[in-house]
Structure formats: C-alpha cells, structure tokens
C-alpha cells in the first residue's frame, strides 16, 4: 500500500465482532481512537500512514442512521484502511462476520487484516475455534511474507496471551506498520516519563517502585478494578450525591442519579450481580420510588418500592448477619407503607409499618448504644403513630410518640452534636404537639410546638443552604400557627404562615415541581384565607384561596388519586363557598359546598379508616347547611345539620377534640338546643379555645 493511501480512505479501521462481544468492541474502538504515538515515532510516522487511528468504524454506533444496513457496512468497507477481527467462538460461528471479512477480502486488502483473540482456541477446528472460516482463507497471494491462511496475524488479549494492554500495542503496531519491539519500549518509556512527572518532588526511587507495583497489578487485574471502581461510584451516586440532591431539592436530578445508577446495574453481566450490587440496585429503586413519589406519581413510585422491597427481603434472608441490610429492609418496608399511607389505605399503611417493628427492635437490640438503629427504631415507631392517630386510635398513639419522645432524647445524649438527631427531637414535640392539641391540651400542645420551631430555627440558621431542612423549619411555622388560631391569636398566625409561605416560595424557586412543598403551601393560603375571612379581609382571602386552587390542580392533573390533595381540594371549596356567601353569590356557595360534600363523602366511602376524612365530611356538612341557610333554605340546612350531629354522635363520642366540640356546640345552637351548647363552650373558654364557628 503505498504510504499516503490513508488519506484516501473515511475510516482507519474497520471493526468486525459478534454483538455478544460488544463490550469488546466499544473497548477496542476507545482504546484505538485514543492512542497517541510516543513524541519520537509521531515524527518518524507522520510522512507515512499518519499517527492516529481514528476515526474508527463500528456498526452500533455508525448505523443507528443507515437505510440499509448491508449497504451501509459495504460502503463502510471500501472506506476503511484496515479490518479488525475480534477473534470469538460466537464470532467463529458469526455469518454476519464472516460476510465482513469475505467483502474485505475481495477488495483486495486481506493484508489489512488483523485480529484481536479475546476467547476460544485459534486453530482447534471445534466448538473453541474462534476464527472465522473466512479469515482463515482470506490470505491469498496478498498476504505478507511469513503469512499464509491458516495463520492470520493476531494480537491474543487472553490472559495466558499477550494481555490486554500488549495485545491493544501489537494492534496499533500492525496498523501503523511499525515495528513492534520499538513501539512497546516507547509506550514503556513514556509511561517511564508520566510517572516522572506525576512523582516529581517525591523520594524518586521508593515512589517509582510503587508506581511500577501498581501499574502491574492494574494490568493483571484491570476488570476487578473497573468493576470496584464503579461500585464505588454508585456507592456514592446513591448515598453522597442522592443526599445532596435532596437536601436542594432538585427532585430532577435526584431522579436522573437514580436512573443513570439503574442504567449500570442493567449493563452487568449475570456473573459481575453479586449481593452488594443487588443491595445498591434496591437502594437505587427505593431512591427513585421516592423521587417518583415526590413528584405526585403514586403509581410508578409504588412499582419501584415493590421491586425494591422483594430484593431488600431476598438480602436480609440470606445474610441474617448483616444488620445494615436488615435496616434497609425496613426502609424499603416503610416507603411501600408511606404511600399506602399517602393513598388514604391506612390498614394497609398500617400492616406494613407493624412489619417493620421486630426488625428494628432486633437490630437495636445487637448493640443498644448504636444511635444509627436506634433512628431507625424511632422512625418505625413514628410511623405508626401517624397512622393510628388519622384511625382515631389517640392513647395508642400518644404511647407510641413518648416511646419516640424517649428514644430520640436518648440518642441525642448519646450524641448531642449530631443535627439529624436534634431534627428528630424537633419532630417527636410536634407529633406530641398535635396529638395533645386534639386531645384539648392546647397549652401544652403550645410548648411542644414552640419547642419544635426553637429547634428547627437554629438548626437552619446554622445549615442555611439546606432545602430540606428549611422545609421543616416553614413546616412548624404552619404548626405554630393552627394552636395559635385556636387560642384566637390570629395576628400572630397569620405572621407565622406569611413566613412559611415566604420560605417555600424561595424552595419552589429551586423546584417549582416538589408535589410535596407544592402541598404543604396550598395549606398556608387556605389558613391565611380562613383568618382574612374572619377579620374581614375578603379581597385578600380570594387571592388566597385562588392561589391554593391553582397549586392543587397543577397537582391533581400529576395523580387525581393522591387524596391529601382531593381532600385538600375540598377543604378550599369549602373556604371558597363561605366567601362566595358573604358576597351573597349564594347560588355559586351552594355549589362550591356540594362539590366538597360530594368530595369528603366519596373519600369517607373508600377509606372510611381514616377519621380524618370523616371529620371533614361532617364539618362539609356543616358548612354545606350553613350556606344554604343564608340563601333562605332552612329546612335543608337542619337536615344537613342533624345529619352532621347524628354522625359526630357515632362516630366521636369523645368529646376531647376542642374542634369537634365547638363544632357539636355549634350545631346544638343551629338546631335551637342551647342548653345542651352552653357547656361546651364553657369548657373550650377553659382550654383557652376561641371559638371559630360563627
């Protein structure tokens, strides 16, 4: 060939595979794309077939184009300089490979072709040949002196050959038509200079001698080395990296680090899926379940929990040992429990978080001073809490949050600086906050809450730029200020919720898609427009309400099944429809308040476990009467009164809850049965509960 022909041709090399061998080949076509020639051969080469070897053609990534697929290889055949073969048992058995070398052949360059040996035995005529029938008969009267067919010149990338990094110089050799001998000392020579260089100021000797240990031990294991090293990246893609993200709330990108994790588990081989890499794949799952979750994608978060689940019970089953995987077996347990929770099927959500209890109490148990298990621990309990409280089941769930009160105190002894630990003592006071507060405790439920947001400010004040830190913090503003519009302090609630607007309007500007701050600041407008109602301000309370209406149907049109946001939804029909009766726009409150009525009814009918959405319904009930009185129809507002009344009498016997009391008060006094009104109220004036019925 003469010596400037490779200006003639589009690509210097052609490579021919197996697609089962494709690893193989993006490997080959990096490696020969990327080398640079030694200083001293790059002039010597440069008047002769050029120093590089790129561009170099390899159908997965040439074709993805192409109209026709055999054309297009053809054309890629006459365009390239050079072949190489990657040298198989599935290539040997390849037609398509074969048909590669046969065209090439017949263009006259079978002296261009060479071969990469990865697997098999060349030469041995059976099931480990790995040289395809016409490579072996391709070299005719072309072929150069010392080769004949049956004899292709290869590079054996097998271990007990050449070697990888060898068998790769022995190619680039070949097709640069230099000598081999002189282009290995130079490659060795110039990673002689590299490491020089990268070792300058340092005990040369003692680093050069490491620095050769090492580069001898990455050539004899650079797989096993690859393969860690990308463990390692994923180990900090999900725990690292996944936390980051989360704590800025960028729910995007925390979901593309799930799926680019998901992307590498999917490229391994069934050989390379040891445990470790199955407990990173369910982390993965359980990450992006509950970015998916987070983004109002019920459905789709449930599908990865699951899958996330079964491989977490499948690891704690056979290594009953490792305490870390029992932990997240239980955190996979709970975000399958959360969104059971999150779709209002609390026996389901209940089931769940009682599973993961002995799993937990076990591990803790192993080593009582572990302030990791005993988070955990709290966590469960929390959990289950939550979920008996929404059921009505109140002394149960006070029991639970001061075993969750007692545990978190004792971690933050165990460790006072730990910030997630004072979180956690933060969250157990506005649990008991809530808890007391529905039991009439409003004094005490005021401590537990002003506790909770003395903790949560400094905690923010010192981690500023943690979003999802600030988000807890905006969170017991909110809470602040429910006890403080029961107390009738509505000045100082409404500075309250004007803060944690203020807040979570900066967050959404760094996710404008969070469903879950989304959620919780569509709660702040209807609060806000419930305290403008009540002083007066109704041009305000729209804009209010208007605001909160927007959020939830941005939110509904991701999962109309989420019934926090239905039940929210109703909740603001229900404002709207008090406004739209002050304005004596009487027929459009009525409708605003059947709507919700037919709302809190329909989410009472489907998961009538949830009291919550009972006490809603009755207060629907309420509201829906009232509007109807003030549009002149007496008769059907007692009817939804008694009906209101009747169910409060079933359904809460327990007269604990100051807001279901006013509520019975209220339509004790609709109903004309004063006396039977007048202690209740009484007894709210001695709570320190002001009225909000009127």
């Given at each position: 060939m003469a010596e ?38 790059k ?19 040439d ?17 390239s ?5 990657i040298?198989?048992p ?11 070398i046969?065209m090439?052949?017949?263009l006259?360059?079978a ?14 005529a ?6 395809p029938?016409?490579?072996?008969t391709?070299?005719g009267?072309d ?6 067919a049956?004899?292709?010149?290869a ?5 007990e050959g050449d ?5 790769r110089?022995?190619?680039i050799?070949?097709l ?11 490659d060795?020579q110039r990673?002689?200079?590299r ?14 001698t490491?620095?050769l240990?090492i ?6 294991a ?26 800025i709330?960028?729910?995007d990108l ?10 590498y588990?999917t ?8 445990d470790q ?5 369910s982390?993965a799952?359980?990450q ?7 983004q109002g994608d019920?459905?789709?978060a449930?599908?990865s ?7 977490a ?29 999150q ?12 599973t ?7 591990v ?7 302030t ?9 309990y929390?959990n289950?809490?939550?979920v ?20 978190n ?11 997630e ?6 969250f157990s006071?506005n ?17 537990h ?10 905690i923010v004040?010192?981690?500023p730029?943690n979003?999802?830190w ?8 909110d809470y602040?200020?429910r ?16 803060t ?10 760094v996710?404008p898609d969070n ?33 909160a ?8 049109k991701?999962d109309?099944t989420v019934a ?38 329909h989410?009472?009918?489907n ?15 309420w509201i829906y ?6 549009a002149?129809d007496?008769?059907?507002?007692r009817n939804y ?5 009747e169910l409060?009498?079933?359904d809460?016997?327990?007269?604990r809850n ?12 609709k109903?004309?049965m004063?006396?039977q009104a007048?202690?209740?109220y ?13």
């Amino acid at each position: 060939m003469a010596e400037n022909e490779s200006s003639e041709f589009k690509y210097r090399v052609f490579l021919s595979y197996s697609h089962k061998d494709r690893r193989w080949a993006r490997w080959l076509q990096r490696a020969l794309e990327t080398y640079r020639l030694p200083r001293h051969l790059k002039r010597l080469q440069a008047e002769r077939l050029g120093n590089r070897l790129a561009p170099v053609f390899r159908d997965r990534s040439d074709l993805s184009s192409a109209a026709s697929l055999s054309q297009a290889v053809h054309d890629a055949l006459q365009s390239s300089e050079s072949m190489v073969v990657i040298c198989s048992p599935t290539a040997a058995r390849s037609e398509w490979v074969n048909e590669e070398i046969r065209m090439f052949s017949q263009l006259g360059r079978a002296d261009r072709i060479f071969c990469l040996i990865i697997a098999g035995e060349p030469g041995s005529a059976g099931e480990l040949e790995c040289f395809p029938p016409a490579l072996q008969t391709s070299l005719g009267s072309d072929a150069p002196a010392g080769r004949h067919a049956a004899e292709p010149l290869a590079a054996d990338a097998r271990p007990e050959g050449d070697g990888r990094k060898l068998a790769r110089l022995k190619l680039i050799a070949g097709l640069l038509n230099i000598d081999f001998d002189q282009l290995k000392q130079r490659d060795l020579q110039r990673r002689y200079h590299r490491l020089l260089a990268i070792t300058a100021g340092s005990l040369l000797i003692a680093t050069f001698t490491v620095a050769l240990a090492i580069v001898a031990f990455l050539a004899n294991a650079e797989a096993e080395r690859r393969r860690a090293q990308a463990e390692d990246l994923v180990g900090f893609m999900l725990g690292d990296l996944q936390q980051g993200l989360h704590e800025i709330g960028r729910l995007d990108l925390f979901m593309r680090v799930g799926n680019k994790a998901m992307e590498y588990f999917t490229s391994l081989k069934d050989e390379e899926v040891n445990d470790q890499v199955l407990n990173q794949r369910s982390r993965a799952l359980r990450q992006i379940g509950n970015a998916r979750l987070s983004q109002g994608d019920t459905a789709e978060a449930l599908e990865s929990l699951n899958e996330s689940l079964a491989i977490a019970k499948k690891l704690a089953e056979r290594n009953p040992e490792n305490l870390q995987w029992q932990v997240d077996l239980a955190n996979s347990y709970f975000f399958v429990g959360y969104v059971h929770w999150q779709r209002d099927e609390l026996n389901q959500a209940q089931a769940v978080f009682k599973t993961i209890l002995p799993i937990v109490d076990a591990v803790s148990a192993q080593d009582p001073e572990n302030t990791e298990w005993l988070a955990e621990r709290g966590y469960a309990y929390t959990n289950l809490g939550r979920v008996l409280e929404l059921q009505g089941q109140l002394d149960q769930a006070l029991d639970v949050y001061l075993e969750v009160q007692a545990i978190n105190d004792r971690m933050l002894r165990l460790d006072p600086d730990n910030v997630e630990y004072q979180l956690e003592v933060g969250f157990s006071h506005n649990n008991l906050g809530k808890l007391v507060m529905s039991l009439g405790r409003l004094s005490e439920a005021q401590t537990h809450f002003s506790t909770d947001l003395a903790i949560k400010r400094a905690i923010v004040e010192a981690n500023p730029n943690n979003n999802l830190w600030k988000n807890n913090l905006a969170t017991s503003y909110d809470y602040q200020a429910r006890v403080l519009i029961a107390q009738g302090e509505l000045e100082q609630a409404r500075k309250h919720l004007d803060t944690a607007i203020e807040i979570t309007s900066r967050l959404l500007m760094v996710d404008p898609d969070n469903s879950d701050w989304l959620s919780r600041m569509s709660t702040y407008h209807r609060e806000l427009a419930g305290i403008d109602r009540r002083e007066g301000r109704t041009e305000q309370a729209i804009e209010h309400i208007q605001a909160a209406m927007e959020i939830l149907e941005k939110l509904l049109k991701i999962d109309s099944t989420v019934a926090l946001w239905r039940r929210e939804k109703a909740l603001c029909d229900l404002e709207s429809a008090q406004l739209s009766s002050l304005a004596n726009y009487h027929p459009m409150a009525i409708r605003q308040a059947k709507t919700a009525h037919e709302e809190l009814t329909h989410l009472w009918q489907n998961a009538s476990t949830n009291l919550e959405n009972r006490k809603q319904q009755i207060f629907s009930k309420w509201i829906y009467g009232k509007v109807l009185a003030e549009a002149g129809d007496a008769d059907t507002a007692r009817n939804y009164w008694s009906e209101a009344l009747e169910l409060l009498d079933s359904d809460f016997p327990d007269n604990r809850n100051p807001e279901l009391m006013e509520l019975r008060a209220a339509l004790y006094s609709k109903l004309g049965m004063s006396m039977q009104a007048q202690p209740i109220y009484e007894t709210l004036q001695k709570m320190g509960y002001e009225a909000q019925y009127h």
